[in-house]
């Protein structure tokens, strides 16, 4: 039972494009999101977070949206550079519960030059 | 540097063989947690331990034991009883609780095992 789910292995775009990363939830529990990014042979880094409380974060280029009642979430990069080729991944956790992260299979992006 | 340290980077089993995975925190963290990857899959949840001398088991612990004896340490033995453990194993740690809720996980750069 997959309750975080990342429909899109993978994405292409193009170097200064917009690139959007989406991330669907099954449990109503869950209020506290996270986005990691991930390259080959190292362990993932922490990107950026959101709240249930609200229903965007924004860091830079990066811009997570929170929609509770689609349990849906995305990653907005803008623009689009190279470097940002990796694995993201989305992450959640019951706040009200254990520290324990529940994360997704991951979306390889890959920016074109 | 403040960091997690996962060492060794690459580590080879032979059947039957346990084997000792090291993972060492200087963040002052409270929270520590050993997650595996395997190809196209997300990173799942072995162990995790919110304070010293106390962990629990997460969604796959079957053939893995873990100690801690110290806040900044927490290792993860891969014993012969886990039949499938060629993965990538990544270790991470938090901050708990009071003003510093909802603190992200920050992780090691992991170990690859392998079979021999």
């Known amino acids: 039972d997959q309750q975080v789910k990342q429909n899109s292995p993978s994405l292409s775009v193009q170097e200064g494009r917009i690139s959007i990363l989406n991330c669907d939830y099954t449990?109503?529990?869950?209020?506290?999101f996270l986005w990691y990014k991930k390259y080959p042979a190292e362990g993932p880094t922490f990107l950026i977070s959101?709240?249930?409380?609200?229903d965007k974060n924004e860091d830079g280029r990066f811009t997570v949206f929170l929609n509770k009642s689609a349990k849906h979430l995305s990653l907005h990069i803008v623009p689009s550079q190279p470097g940002d080729s990796a694995v993201y991944f989305c992450?959640?956790?019951?706040?009200?519960?254990?520290?324990?992260?529940?994360f997704g299979k991951g979306t390889k992006l890959t920016v074109n030059p | 540097d403040g960091g997690i340290t996962q060492s060794p980077k690459y580590l080879f089993r032979k059947e039957g063989q346990n084997v000792t995975l090291s993972c060492e925190q200087n963040?002052?963290?409270?929270?520590m947690y050993w997650y595996r990857q395997d190809p196209g899959q997300g990173l799942r949840l072995i162990y995790y331990?919110?304070?010293?001398?106390?962990?629990q088991k997460g969604d796959i612990a079957e053939g893995y034991s873990v100690s801690r004896e110290k806040k900044e340490s927490f290792p993860l033995t891969v014993t012969s009883a886990q039949k499938n453990p060629t993965a990538f194993y990544l270790c991470?740690?938090?901050?708990?609780?009071?003003?510093?809720?909802?603190?992200?996980?920050?992780f090691g750069d992991g170990t690859r095992l392998s079979i021999l």
């Open positions: 331990s919110q304070i010293v001398n106390d962990f």
């Open positions: 992450a959640a956790k019951n706040e009200g519960g254990s520290e324990k992260l529940v």
């Open positions: 991470a740690s938090s901050s708990l609780g009071g003003r510093r809720r909802n603190q992200p996980q920050h």
């Open positions: 963040l002052n963290h409270d929270a």
């Open positions: 449990n109503s529990m869950f209020d506290y």
């Open positions: 959101i709240s249930s409380i609200k």
